[in-house]
Nanobody, 114 residues
């Protein structure tokens, strides 16, 4: 079955950086468009990054595109999200998801606070 396991979150000072990872299994990862979402307290889950199967195409909402970088390693079935210049409003649970599939992982908590 589809499994998605996110990791790499933590407590970070404003201005810091984090690299989130997602280990994927149970589906054709290299053929799948992959996404990162986040769920901030009291808000709906929000798409923050998308990458095509080959990695050639990436997309971000304007609110994060200068600070978030999505990447993937198809040889390892791994998805990554680099977040730079973290802001308190980046505090959220971050999830990875295959765009065409309904499964979600458990998420990884990112807390940005001084």
């Amino acid at each position: 079955q589809v499994q998605l396991v996110e990791s790499g979150g933590g407590l970070v000072l404003p201005g810091g950086s984090l690299r989130l990872s997602c280990a994927a299994s149970g589906f054709s990862f290299s053929n799948s468009t992959m996404t990162w979402y986040r769920e901030r307290p009291g808000r709906e889950r929000q798409l923050v990054a998308l990458i095509s199967g080959s990695g050639a195409v990436t997309r971000y909402p304007d609110s994060v595109k200068d600070r978030f970088t999505i990447s993937r390693d198809n040889t390892k079935n791994m998805l990554y999200l680099q977040i730079d210049n973290l802001l308190p409003e980046d505090t959220a649970v971050y999830f990875c998801k295959a765009s065409a599939l309904g499964a979600w992982g458990q998420g990884t908590q990112v807390t940005v606070s001084s």
